[in-house]
């Protein structure tokens, strides 16, 4: 593939399985020591490097940033140099569409291209302002001479720069930018034929990250070597001996639950345990002779249900709570010491990634929201970059996107100027509490105020933009029209001129044609058919900090803040006919490589487009865990869910506090919480595919009959550093790579794979400690990004496009795991299942907030879809009974539990009938009310309420939010669960995909009410099995009563049991009802319809079943007494 840039060469990229440095063919290559080099990333240098970047690349940085790049499956890449794509100006340097003074060519009225603190970039040390294209120009004749002084450039050379290590110098003069960005591997052995032959070539990616006896090259993810001072060679610090007078302090704590609560709670698991074997055992030896049918079906579910709390109750036995030390995280990595004296901060960098695919149902207002909060965050700007998906290629989201980046040259310094808490706009103009609360600043309320009203001017050009491409679009088409009209004119063509048809494209800002998604869909731009998108909306910042200015009264005074903007990249992936591309999974593995070639931070963390970051530190917190002693081993650290605009009494349990608040903090004793799809950060490494460091294989059920044991190395550990000499020490089974078997597992993209050892590195802790074996050096991420360059962009398109994943492991086993709806779960649990542990961060605030279906059908289709990914999960070799010996006793029983819980539907939906029945027949699921029944049922009771009392103990939530969840376990059980249970098995079994959509729509028309869409009624299927269990049980109860009273020998035992458990499903029940009554009792039509259907298909069938005494069928003389 090539494409031309900025320079007028041509540039090449293409993967080579072998080289030159390995002479021949893979097979008969050997490789004992290797000198590694690995390129000066983003993040990883050695420190004490004094950078000067040349005006070409700064003009290359320009372009790439400036520029939309498209391409794809037999497409040409190319780059549309964009000098517009919003409708409004913008001053702010790091915007791409920013420009500096005008072109002083004669004939030129372009814009000189200014760098990251808005100054122009001139290439004559004369100081003429000259144009991208004029300098090109220039270069490409071959001239090189200034139009100014008629002089030539003097232009200074990437490769010539010195590198300060302690004395020691450091260089890599003569090479080209391809030879730096990519691993040099140079055998220092002679081969050994017999050795090759000996060993088998296996794509072992744990021995595969590092080579035998490296020496510390530049930006290598090793060790330094000591000299005979004992001094680290190269100076990069993180010798822990520096610390031995230096208290060293945790950044995390872990903090037990009292034993005043949580051995009390433990015992009455126990107890109750004990109660349910004794009460199941009492039913089996006393059958209904009455009503063996009623006995025997209610045993059967009473046995699934105590299954059912065993495998929910088991993982809750180790709860624990976790607390983060941001400051501490600040002194270690942002305060000046001597291996950092600039004080500049050595965090890793965190790439975050915010997923859209339809700006119909995702309004761009609210993502643009969730963008504006990422790039106000607390966190070191440089070491941030923000990546929004647009799986629907759509322009609307594209110039949303544009419009936030122009936006947020305003909204962000004043966040951090006024320390303003949420960072989100909407919810910050929105809240209800005092926003003058301590503020200290004197010019607080007039920034506030010209913030308001521009925010208010921003939110009407985001509505307004479906107007705006429309009628653009249609002026150009109109446009097109004529000039083809034209054209046919003057060709004389014998064609009328009125039958003339155009595709009625999509255009953009600037007048070219979208590449994405058009309004109008033709051939190659639909939301299944378009090219690979990719447009950098704010460029990377500068690496010092870039302060505003004092200006005049009427605006902000930003001349103490930091006005610099994380990077922020818009991608769309190529999507076309014929592909799977895997929904959202497939969205984020996109994401993931094409972040690894342009920023490649150690770290992801990924939101939906509705969760914005609540807490501006909250990704400070979760990288406490990252950083601490043990972090290596985490693969990702889960914050919890909250979201808004939930209606008080919380009918529906839409806060879900129950899942967040108790299983979620008792998985994190055991081996870390389940990965639930948003707000989690993620160690990238972990995404690759590979295993933590330092695991073992523990020994299995079989381990007395294989006495061999297997001995794994992680790729993302380092190798044992020799304290002596500083050399590496491996097996002989790691001192080989299957390099021709990296293109399977991670595709053919040479950068891509170059930049999975610098991630390890980087995301490694300090080596601040005697203890941290396999940390980094102190200061070695404190250096700047690496400018971008079109070739960087072009590689990232390719990337991105639909046939990358062909023939490798994306999917399988690398990136989000495809195959089921509830990708998320799967992910995690694959990362469990080799070893890794997660993290549950709970925050002081909360650290996201996002929004949640609040009316009945919405939420009945959300629990759906979870339910529908479990029963694949279950049929599927995702199933916990399949897990591996890494992964522990207690976690293997909690992801059983994701996998089974939708089947206990349906023996809930046989229990919710039998009370009806009972009460129908005038039988109990007992022979008679004795005293013994009523003790084992007065004992599961008391043990489950005082459970739910140390729960909510424990964890914090409230009594009435434990309720709705029992009430919503009932309603999502009778409906949803049911649903997911045969859309499962016709999947399975037959291979038939069905699905629930919504019919009707009726209700909801108070737009002053903040919950109206609580109100809102929609018709689905899924409410048909609990509607039927209300009537039955309603129906039932009268019938019960009636016949009770009027009955010569009444049976009042029966109708008390049978009315008591009719009552407890009718409690549950409840908000359902509540939610078929719309608001005011304005019930749907369809309701009473159903309702009718039902009661009178139910009378008679009964009538049908059971005469009346002295009638002979239905027709009888029945008379009520």
């Given amino acids: 593939m090539a494409s031309n840039y900025p320079n007028g060469t041509s540039r090449f990229n293409h993967f080579k399985q072998t080289s030159n440095d390995l002479d021949s063919g893979i097979g008969s290559v050997e490789f004992a020591t290797y000198t590694v080099q690995i390129p000066v990333t983003p993040d990883n240098q050695p420190a004490g490097i004094s950078l000067q970047r040349s005006t070409s690349q700064r003009v290359e940085d320009q372009y790439a940033s400036s520029s939309l790049f498209t391409g794809g499956y037999n497409c040409v890449t190319r780059a549309q140099l964009k000098d517009k794509v919003i409708e409004s100006e913008t001053s702010h340097p790091q915007m791409t569409w920013a420009k500096g003074s005008y072109c002083t060519v004669p004939g030129c009225d372009a814009q000189v291209v200014t760098d990251e603190r808005g100054l122009d970039i001139v290439p004559c040390e004369c100081g003429y302002k000259i144009c991208m294209d004029c300098y090109r120009d220039a270069m490409r004749n071959g001239e090189t001479i200034c139009p100014g002084c008629q002089e030539p450039y003097k232009e200074m050379d990437m490769n010539e720069y010195g590198v300060t290590m302690r004395q020691q110098r450091l260089s890599t003069d003569g090479m080209s930018k391809t030879e730096r960005r990519m691993s040099l591997m140079k055998s220092k052995s002679i081969k050994s034929k017999a050795l090759m032959e000996s060993q088998a070539i296996e794509m072992d990616q744990n021995q595969w990250l590092f080579e035998t006896k490296g020496s510390y090259g530049y930006g290598n993810a090793m060790w330094p070597k000591e000299d005979a001072s004992g001094s680290l060679d190269g100076g990069m610090g993180g010798d822990p001996k520096m610390f031995k007078d230096k208290q060293w302090k945790p950044l995390t704590r872990e903090v037990t639950i009292s034993a005043a609560i949580i051995s009390p709670y433990r015992l009455l698991v126990v107890a109750r345990l004990v109660a349910l074997g004794l009460f199941l055992q009492w039913r089996v030896r006393n059958p209904n002779d009455d009503a063996v049918w009623l006995w025997l079906m209610s ?205 009625k494209a999509t255009w953009m800002t600037d007048g070219t044609q979208w590449p994405g998604t058009w309004v109008n869909s033709s051939p190659e731009h639909t939301k299944g058919d378009h090219a690979s998108i990719i447009q950098v909306m704010l460029k990377p910042p500068s690496d010092e900090p870039l302060t505003g200015t004092e200006v005049d009264s009427n605006s902000m005074n930003l001349s103490e803040v930091d006005i610099r903007l994380p990077m922020l990249v818009y991608v769309s992936r190529e999507k076309r006919p014929g592909y799977d591309h ?108 590979f295993d933590p460091p330092l695991v073992k294989e523990r020994d299995g059920c079989c381990s007395g009959f294989f006495a061999k044991r297997k001995k794994t190395s992680m790729v993302a550990s380092a190798p044992e550093v020799d304290s002596q000499d500083g050399s590496i020490d491996l097996d002989n089974d790691n001192e080989e790579m299957g390099v021709s078997l990296i293109p399977k597992t991670f595709g053919n993209s040479s950068l891509f794979v170059d930049s999975i050892r610098v991630a390890e590195f980087q995301g490694r802790p300090l080596a601040d400690h005697p203890s941290m074996k396999n940390g980094r050096p102190i200061g070695a991420l404190t250096l700047p990004r690496e400018l971008l360059d079109a070739s960087t962009v072009a590689e990232a398109i390719s990337c991105i496009s639909c046939w990358y994943e062909d023939k490798t492991e994306w999917g399988q086993r690398v990136g989000w795991i495809y195959g089921s709806v509830t990708e998320d779960v799967v992910t995690g649990y694959r990362m469990h299942n080799r070893g890794w542990k997660s993290i549950y961060c709970v925050t002081k605030k909360d650290a996201f907030r996002g929004s949640a279906p609040i009316n009945l059908t919405d939420r009945l289709h959300q629990v759906l879809r979870w339910a529908t990914g479990s029963v694949e999960i279950f049929f599927s070799r995702n199933n916990a009974l399949l897990a ?99 859309q499962g098995l016709l999947k399975v079994i037959a291979g038939i995909e069905i699905s629930f959509t919504l019919t009707s729509k009726s209700g909801g028309d108070d737009t002053d009410d903040d919950f109206v869409d609580l109100y809102i009624f929609k018709w689905s299927s899924l409410m048909v099995p609990p509607i039927t269990i209300i009537m039955i049980n309603l129906i039932g109860m009268g019938v019960a009563v009636c016949r009770t009273i009027y009955s010569d020998a009444p049976k009042w035992s029966a109708l008390l049991g049978g009315s008591f458990f009719s009552f407890w499903v009718l409690a549950h029940l409840y908000p359902f009802a509540k939610g078929l009554m719309g608001r005011r009792g304005r019930t749907p039509t369809i309701v009473f319809v159903w309702s009718g259907l039902i009661a009178i298909t139910i009378s008679l069938l009964w009538v049908a079943i059971s005469p009346p005494s002295g009638s002979e069928g239905i027709g009888g003389s029945f008379q009520f007494p």
């Fill in 582 to 689: 895997n929904k959202k999974a497939g969205a984020m593995n996109a994401l993931v490589r094409a972040s690894a070639i342009m920023s490649n931070g150690a770290f992801i963390l990924n939101l939906d487009c509705d969760h914005y970051i609540y807490y501006s530190q909250a990704m400070r917190e979760g990288m406490c865990f990252m950083m601490d002693r043990g972090g290596e081993r985490l693969c990702y650290v889960q914050f919890p869910q909250r979201f808004e605009g939930i209606d008080p009494s919380d009918r529906y349990a839409n806060h879900n506090t129950v899942f967040f608040d108790i299983n979620m903090r008792a998985l994190d004793g055991i081996q870390g919480p389940v990965y639930v799809g948003t707000g989690c950060l993620f160690r990238r490494i972990a995404l690759y595919g």
């Fill in 299 to 503: 045993v059967i579910c009473e046995f699934w249900f105590a299954f059912s709390w065993i495998l929910d109750q088991l993982p809750k036995l180790c709860p624990i709570n976790r607390i983060a030390y941001v400051d501490v995280l600040r002194e270690k990595f942002e305060t000046p010491n001597p291996s950092n004296p600039t004080g500049k901060s050595d965090l890793p960098g965190i790439d975050i990634f915010v997923s859209t695919a339809d700006p119909e149902k995702e309004p761009p207002l609210v993502t643009a929201n969730t963008i504006l909060s990422i790039l106000a965050t607390d966190y070191p700007v440089e070491k941030l970059a923000c990546y929004v998906s647009d799986d629907g290629g759509a322009l609307l989201t594209f110039e949303a996107m544009a419009e936030a980046a122009s936006f947020a040259n305003l909204w962000v310094p004043f966040c951090r100027k006024h320390d303003i808490e949420p960072r989100n706009p909407e919810s910050y103009f929105s809240m209800k509490r005092d926003p003058y609360k301590n503020k200290v600043r004197s010019d607080f309320v007039r920034d506030r105020r010209q913030v308001k009203r521009e925010y208010d001017e921003f939110k009407v050009r985001i509505n307004g933009l479906p107007d705006s491409i429309r009628r653009r679009s249609d002026a150009f088409n109109a446009r097109e029209e004529i000039k083809a009209m034209k054209l046919k004119r003057e060709t004389r063509d014998d064609e009328p001129v009125e039958n003339l048809k155009l595709p």
């Fill in 884 to 982: 591996s010996s890494r992964m522990k006793f207690l976690q293997r029983i909690a992801y059983l539990n994701v996998g089974m819980y939708p089947f206990t539907s349906i023996f809930l939906i046989v229990y919710c009938f039998l009370p009806a029945l009972s009460l129908f027949t005038g039988k109990f699921i007992v022979q008679e009310l004795n005293v013994t029944f009523l003790v084992y049922l007065l004992a599961i009771t008391i043990t489950l309420i005082l459970l739910a009392v140390l729960e909510i103990k424990w964890s914090g939530i409230e009594l009435e939010e434990w309720w709705r969840n029992e009430q919503f376990w009932l309603i999502g059980g009778t409906s949803a669960h049911l649903a997911a249970v045969l």
